[in-house]
């Protein structure tokens, strides 16, 4: 059990920490690649997605791209993993399809839910930080494998507030909850991550499920609840 004194907020990861990564890469992913070029000619003139496609043309820095090069782009950054936040807006509208028709639910870990529910009890706050878009976010806890757990949580971060692995990102995310940074607790199953939210003075704790990579100089635990707060 790894106890943490005078946490008043929880901040926590999404892949590799309450999600299975192969729930991300092997039915996420998959999902967006196949359906997102059919999509995009198909919503290229409605505003939310309009916005994406200039951001992509804007981060190639070819104005005049053709859509079919902003598709080859999009689906080279599925392939990379990129964070791109246009990316992940468009995957957000691509899934909320996937998630409202039943053809999959969000994964979470068995010990997730218990812990949130009883830290909420508590009286702590409880965000998302993913850089997956907040409507992914929502998506994912809105249609999980355990229900509806939105109600848990008091607000989600993504890379609008900063990329994950920048201490900055983690600094907005403090301003924002208005609390003293070591009063916020930063959960992840990336090193970086945590580094970069401990140099912003948050606590840190590595969460360590399968195939993840141990050994760091933060805390860590294999699940939820060998948490205490
Ligand atoms: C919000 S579910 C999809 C997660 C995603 O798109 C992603 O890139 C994973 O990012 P995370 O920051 O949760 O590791
Ligand atoms: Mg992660």
Redesign the pocket.
């Known amino acids: 059990m790894t106890h943490f004194d005078h946490i008043h907020a929880v901040v926590t990861?999404?892949?590799?920490?309450t999600?299975d990564i192969q729930f991300?890469h092997k039915v996420?992913?998959p999902y967006a690649y196949d359906q997102l070029p059919e999509f995009v000619h198909t919503h290229q003139a409605q505003p939310e997605v309009a916005e994406q496609i200039a951001a992509v043309r804007a981060r190639l820095d070819e104005p005049d791209a053709p859509v079919e090069r902003v598709i080859e782009t999009l689906l080279h950054w599925i392939e990379s993993?990129q964070?791109e936040t246009s990316l992940?807006a468009l995957?957000?509208m691509l899934?909320a399809d996937g998630y409202q028709r039943g053809a999959f639910k969000?994964h979470l870990y068995a010990d997730v839910v218990p812990c949130l529910r009883r830290w909420v009890e508590q009286g702590k706050k409880l965000y998302?930080?993913?850089?997956?878009?907040v409507q992914?976010?929502k998506?994912?806890f809105g249609y999980s494998t355990e229900g509806d757990v939105t109600p848990l949580f008091s607000g989600y971060f993504?890379t609008h507030v900063g990329h994950?692995r920048e201490a900055a990102s983690y600094r907005n995310i403090v301003d924002t909850l208005a609390l003293p940074a070591e009063q916020v607790l930063f959960l992840?199953?990336?090193i970086e991550?945590l580094d970069a939210a401990s140099e912003a003075g948050l606590q840190t704790l590595q969460l360590v499920r399968e195939g993840n990579r141990a050994g760091s100089r933060h805390p860590h635990v294999t699940r939820f609840d060998d948490i205490s707060l």
């Open positions: 990861d999404i892949e590799g920490t999600t991300v996420l992913f993993d964070k992940k995957q957000g899934w969000g998302v930080y993913s850089s997956g878009s992914a976010q998506l994912l993504d994950k992840s199953d990336v991550e």
